[in-house]
């Protein structure tokens, strides 16, 4: 797939592309929002992606690619030298620059099909991951591994975010219709359900449930988990203050913590992580536009206002960042739906100081 804002710069790519060997089909697209549907549904293998497109940049598009489509290999394409570092952040393969030499272009195709045959070798080999944020799955050497029983789900969840906990808290946490006794007993039995998942899956090694003096425990051994990453890089972002690393560090973050779980035990650690992605989102929205790079604040200050439907601020921000960007339009429709949605909530209208700073911003 190609994308890049400028015709003739597809139409010569496309006829590059068309010389080196191995491709089966080129899909090319002049509006990088289109193009994003298209890639978010195919999922293409390459992307040669140019970085200075409107409404959305190269970057901005890559970075909210990745949760979609992480085993696409990204060449990224502009005019400018000066957007290598913040390129290769983002894991490119390759970045080319206009005019696209063919010699250089055949280099990178050749480097692509080496990564892509490595690719294929690597896969052979099993990786234990566990996604808590957004989706629930944990992966093993042979596969997602399928629960028994949605408790006995829940349970592992419960053990892995606390790696610990007596019988009358996880009763009281987990099992909470359950008297002590019975539930002691189903505790107990979804435990034993939860060994036999794991070995199965060949993850006893790797994940250790023990009990003792009435405790449960969870040790683990070699599994990623994505809390942890996002943890440790967003945290390490906002400390260098570095809006390419917050970039990275926001890509990571798929979902609220086990965000289908309803159960009162998860919301005070599901509260923290998104905390943490909330306060990464407001510095990296007001450093790209201090950077004057409003085009790419844009999809983080709309990210904002769907995580907190109704903070004044972020509709604020958001509204003022519309009409800097030249798209007024937008801004007053979101001015009147954050209106509304307001007064259906909060059963009273706008405060007068939101209205003020409203009114001077659409002069």
Not at 256 to 266: A, F, G, K, N, T
Not at 293 to 305: H, I, K
Request: proline share 4%.
């Amino acid at each position: 797939m190609v994308i890049d804002d400028e015709w003739p710069a597809l139409e010569q790519m496309r006829e590059l592309l068309l010389q080196c060997e191995g491709i089966s089909s080129i899909l090319v697209y002049d509006n990088p929002r289109e193009a994003f549907t298209a890639a978010v549904e195919q999922k293409p293998d390459i992307l040669f992606l140019d970085i200075q497109m409107p409404e959305l940049s190269g970057l901005a598009f890559a970075e909210k690619l990745l949760p979609y489509s992480p085993d696409t290999d990204i060449v990224f394409v502009t005019a400018y030298r000066n957007y290598a570092v913040e390129a290769f952040e983002l894991s490119a393969v390759d970045y080319l620059l206009k005019p696209v030499d063919p010699s250089r272009l055949l280099k990178t195709w050749n480097k692509l099909l080496t990564k892509r045959m490595l690719s294929s070798t690597a896969e052979t080999r099993a990786v234990t991951t566990f996604r808590l944020l957004g989706d629930y799955e944990l992966t093993g050497p042979h596969g997602t591994v399928k629960w028994n029983t949605h408790k006995a789900e829940e349970l592992f969840a419960y053990l892995w975010v606390h790696r610990q906990g007596s019988v009358s808290v996880i009763l009281n946490d987990v099992f909470p219709q359950w008297n002590y006794e019975k539930g002691k007993q189903y505790l107990h039995t979804t435990v034993y359900q939860i060994r036999k998942t794991l070995k199965k899956a060949a993850l006893e090694e790797s994940i250790e449930l023990s009990f003792d003096r009435e405790n449960y425990r969870l040790e683990s051994r070699g599994i990623e988990d994505d809390t942890e990453k996002f943890n440790d890089t967003a945290t390490r972002a906002l400390g260098n203050n570095q809006l390419e690393d917050m970039r990275a560090a926001a890509a990571l973050y798929q979902g609220d913590l086990l965000q289908s779980l309803d159960s009162l035990w998860v919301y005070s650690t599901r509260d923290k992580y998104r905390r943490l992605y909330l306060k990464l989102l407001e510095k990296l929205t007001l450093g790209l536009v201090q950077a004057g790079r409003p085009y790419e604040a844009e999809d983080y200050a709309v990210r904002l206002t769907e995580l907190e439907p109704l903070e004044e601020s972020y509709a604020l921000q958001l509204i003022s960042l519309y009409y800097e960007i030249g798209k007024p339009l937008r801004a007053q429709r979101k001015f009147t739906q954050f209106r509304d949605s307001y007064k259906a909530e909060m059963g009273d209208g706008l405060p007068d100081w939101f209205l003020e700073v409203y009114q001077r911003l659409g002069k």
